[in-house]
């Protein structure tokens, strides 16, 4: 069920759209509204949304060791520059996460039902998005001014990582209130900007396991992720590879021992006492059964996720 949801709920990853290609139906003189300029959010990385989404969302993840830095930028996007000094407003508008998480909410049911499933076990695993807590970011000004002769303006959100949670998925959700001059775009005047941390073991690592490992033996790659679970956790699909089996791994911050909190492979683990992470080098080694399955991975940090 999970695995049907996410496809459908994730979707095609959207990727690289360009300025030219947001609103493309009123941008430019040969266009059907023949709108020279729109004013938008100019993309903030990778577009996380999928195409039928009714807001683009953005991810952004920051290191919980140290303080963050959001820039959001205005764009007066399409034929000219700002033909004089051009006044918008932005705000944050907690009403964006209720619209969006709704309309998740109704799509997962309807699939649901047309599958023949569990409406409301659908509705549950749907991953709701929380406005970001108060006390972890600053806003800067939101009230910004395009100059004559450019085309974009730009505010900071100072964030403080080391006070986020990890109990839900947090956003920051963004639309310009108004333009002095200028059409503001239907497609990018509202955003949500997902906000999360990074703690010390999350990144890309290269896999080695064992010749006695149950599953993929002898494995040697680059590539497997762990991304951040908790304060002082990660998670990541069983082997990197098994996307229906999410194993979470936390690591006592202090002695630095491993323990595998959660396989979702329906019985305990039962860790070798040798399991642990070594921050000098940051590699991560696990031994663990679960069941019949017996497992000896090596995780040695190759770079930070994307």
Same mark, same amino acid.
Do not use: H
């Given at each position: 069920?999970? /695995? ?17 290609? /947001? ?26 949304? *999928? ?142 900007? /997902?906000?999360?941390?990074? *703690? ?7 896999? /080695? ?10 494995? *040697? ?18 082997? *990197? ?66």
């Amino acid at each position: 069920m999970k /695995k049907i949801l996410n496809i459908f709920l994730v979707g095609i990853l959207v990727t690289g759209l360009s300025s030219c290609l /947001k609103d493309k139906t009123m941008i430019g003189p040969d266009s059907p509204g023949a709108i020279k300029n729109v004013i938008e959010f100019a993309n903030i990385g990778e577009i996380k949304s *999928n195409v039928s989404s009714i807001y683009p969302v953005y991810a952004q993840s920051y290191p919980v060791t140290a303080p963050g830095k959001l820039t959001v930028t205005v764009n007066y996007a399409g034929v000219d520059n700002a033909p004089s000094d051009i006044n918008v407003v932005v705000a944050l508008d907690p009403s964006i996460l209720t619209t969006y998480n709704a309309k998740n909410v109704k799509d997962a049911r309807a699939q649901a039902i047309e599958l023949g499933q569990d409406p409301d076990e659908a509705e549950a695993e749907v991953d709701q998005i929380a406005p970001l807590k108060p006390d972890s970011y600053t806003l800067g000004n939101l009230n910004l001014v395009i100059p004559k002769g450019q085309r974009t303006a730009s505010f900071d959100v100072a964030l403080k990582p080391n006070l986020f949670t990890f109990d839900q998925t947090y956003a920051l959700p963004f639309k310009i209130s108004s333009s002095s001059l200028g059409v503001v775009s239907g497609n990018f005047g509202n955003i949500i900007v /997902k906000i999360s941390g990074r *703690n010390r073991l999350d990144g890309v690592y290269n896999l /080695k396991t064992s010749a006695a490992t149950s599953l993929r033996p002898g494995l *040697n790659e680059n590539g497997a992720k762990l991304a951040t679970s908790g304060a002082n956790s990660v998670s990541y699909p069983l082997l *990197n590879y098994y996307t229906g089996n999410i194993v979470t791994v936390s690591v006592d911050p202090v002695t630095n021992v491993a323990t595998v909190t959660d396989s979702s492979l329906g019985v305990p683990a039962i860790m070798d006492p040798a399991s642990k992470y070594d921050p000098a080098t940051k590699v991560l080694y696990l031994k663990w059964k679960a069941g019949s399955r017996s497992f000896e991975e090596t995780y040695t940090y190759t770079g930070p996720r994307p």
